[in-house]
């Protein structure tokens, strides 16, 4: 096995990672930096700057919308139509623009990037496909992914932001479990883009991790937006055949919503499962 040695080793190349192997690479720290899937991580591929380009195309289209029927500021177009499509090329290529950029300013200030994934063998070593990194530091930026739920296991209509942020076509009726930011701000541009959309969340209010003044006037736009919001209401299932999720409220009153697709955002966890955390302190 091949052994590569270098001062500083970075698993992870979101910006966790990336932004620390270019501020190494300025001081001169031999860095060397794993990435398994793109450089930019989460939020340049699917997370925060893929949803704010499909938000930028969903804020157009209902303002043009809006302009289509009610002509208040004197501009009268045409009802639009979207090529879903194009939206989501255009979104790639900003993404592409991005991460491209990631890695030209890893490559300018001398980080050695490899692509694969890391297995932390101890604190100071790793393999990525067959190749061994010795390192004196180590710095885990592995980032998370999303939480799966057991009765709503990923496929076909059941989806993840990731699926969510690449549409083939919309469908006619959404449904967001999780009331967080990541999905009331899909299922904002989704209602946007003229999908039936509404919202299930087992706690008592929207965005539960936040104050609940600040979170008020996301409330009123929910409303005004026409997104049915299910507070304390638990998901159980959903039955493919007759399009329907099954949720059950406080009282324990079972019901069914009819949606076409089901976008599951109940959270995200740690990527560090995989790593043995007790080899890591070994060294
Ligand atoms: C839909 C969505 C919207 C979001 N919007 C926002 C927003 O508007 N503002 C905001 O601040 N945040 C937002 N976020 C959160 C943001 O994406 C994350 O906080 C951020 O990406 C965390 O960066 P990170 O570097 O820690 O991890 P990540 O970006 O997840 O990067 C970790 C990287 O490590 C790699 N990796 C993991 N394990 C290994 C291994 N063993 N070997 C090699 N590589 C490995 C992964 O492939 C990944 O590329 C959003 C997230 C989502 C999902």
């Given at each position: 096995m091949q052994t590569l040695k270098t001062t500083l080793l970075i698993i992870g190349g979101g910006p966790g990672g990336y932004v620390a192997a270019i501020r190494a690479g300025q001081l001169g720290i031999p860095t060397v930096l794993?990435?398994?899937?793109?450089?930019?991580?989460?939020?340049?591929?699917?997370?925060?700057?893929?949803?704010?380009?499909?938000?930028?195309?969903?804020?157009?289209?209902?303002?043009?919308?809006?302009?289509?029927?009610?002509?208040?500021?004197?501009?009268?177009?045409?009802?639009?139509s979207l090529d879903i499509a194009q939206s989501v090329a255009w979104k790639d290529g900003i993404v592409d623009r991005l991460t491209s950029g990631v890695a030209a300013l890893l490559k300018k200030h001398g980080v050695t990037v490899i692509h694969g994934w890391a297995h932390v063998v101890d604190g100071k070593t790793v393999d990525v496909d067959g190749q061994r990194i010795q390192c004196e530091h180590l710095l885990l930026a592995t980032g998370s992914s999303s939480v799966e739920l057991p009765m709503l296991p990923l496929g076909d209509a059941i989806i993840s932001s990731t699926e969510a942020l690449a549409p083939k076509r919309l469908p006619r009726r959404l449904t967001v479990v999780g009331a967080g930011y990541i999905g009331l701000e899909l299922g904002i541009a989704y209602r946007k883009l003229g999908v039936e959309v509404s919202v299930v969340e087992a706690r008592e209010r929207i965005l539960p991790s936040y104050d609940s003044e600040l979170t008020?006037?996301?409330a009123e736009s929910l409303k005004k937006l026409g997104i049915p919001l299910y507070l304390?209401?638990?998901?159980?299932?959903?039955?493919?055949?007759?399009?329907?999720?099954?949720?059950?409220?406080?009282n324990g009153e079972q019901l069914k919503l009819d949606t076409d697709q089901v976008l599951v955002a109940v959270g995200r966890r740690p990527?560090?499962?995989?790593?043995?955390?007790?080899?890591?302190?070994?060294?």
């Open positions: 794993v990435e398994g899937q793109a450089l930019g991580g989460t939020c340049l591929n699917v997370g925060c700057i893929p949803s704010k380009a499909l938000i930028h195309v969903a804020e157009q289209f209902h303002q043009t919308h809006q302009h289509s029927q009610h002509a208040q500021l004197g501009i009268t177009v045409q009802a639009p008020q006037p996301v304390q209401h638990s998901v159980e299932g959903f039955d493919a055949a007759t399009h329907r999720l099954q949720v059950r409220d406080a990527r560090t499962q995989g790593f043995n955390l007790e080899a890591l302190r070994s060294r």
